[in-house]
T-cell receptor
């Protein structure tokens, strides 16, 4: 079965607030994680990634935190804007055959209220 | 615009039809993928191509037939589909098969919304 999942299927926040989207994974051997954003009618778009030798990585208004002890990943969005409304997926890099593939979680729908 | 283009954006087909989905990437990537996205399900990997060779068929029924004539183009040929095959079909590409470092992530197209009637 899938080894990546999301704690909350939906999240609703007020514009300007910070958002936190959570993700759990079960494969302790995974060494690379990616967050994707998918807006309605579009394909997933890369947001930020993190390797397992890090516990935090920051981008523009986004921060990814990795807790390998509890196999937990989170995406923090600062000062959430209406344009941030989308489905957010975490993906984990798992070894299959001699290569890697991305295993995706179910997704969290983020709704930003003006 | 991610550099990965899929056509058509929408497709309605009958169960006895034959159709093809097309994907083109302008990124110079060596690996290309087909994913299926259904309601209430995670993204499911279907096929993986590296340097025009298929390296993975993720237990996909034979009514889906991929083709990769060159490293920039990927097709998904469809025939005798079932209504449960209705979904968003996403194409993606990456520099190489090894996705594990910044700059090696997969880029997705906008998908083809397929409805089987």
């Amino acid at each position: 079965g899938e080894s990546v999942g999301l704690h909350l299927p939906t999240l609703s926040v007020q514009e300007g607030d910070n958002s936190i989207i959570n993700c759990a994974y079960s494969n302790s051997a995974s060494d690379y994680f990616i967050w994707y954003k998918q807006e309605s009618g579009k394909g997933p778009q890369f947001i930020i990634d993190i390797r397992s030798n890090m516990d935090k990585r920051q981008g523009q208004r986004v921060t990814v935190l990795l807790n390998k002890t509890v196999k937990h990943l989170s995406l923090q969005i600062a000062a959430t804007q209406p344009g941030d409304s989308a489905v957010y997926f975490c993906a984990e890099n798992t070894l299959w055959s001699s290569n890697y593939k991305l295993t995706f979680g179910k997704g969290t729908l983020l709704t930003v209220n003006p | 615009e991610t550099g990965v283009t899929q056509t058509p954006r929408h497709l309605v087909m009958g169960m006895t039809n034959k159709k093809s989905l097309k994907c083109e990437q302008h990124l110079g990537h060596n690996a290309m993928y087909w994913y299926k996205q259904s309601a209430k399900k995670p993204l499911e990997l279907m096929f993986v191509y590296s340097l025009e060779e298929r390296v993975e068929n993720n237990s996909v029924p034979s009514r889906f037939s991929p083709e990769c004539p060159n490293s920039s183009h990927l097709f998904l040929h469809l025939h005798t589909l079932q209504p449960e095959d209705s979904a968003l079909y996403l194409c993606a590409s990456s520099q190489d098969l090894i996705i594990g470092a910044p700059g090696t992530e997969a880029f997705f197209g906008q998908g083809t919304r397929l409805t089987v009637v």
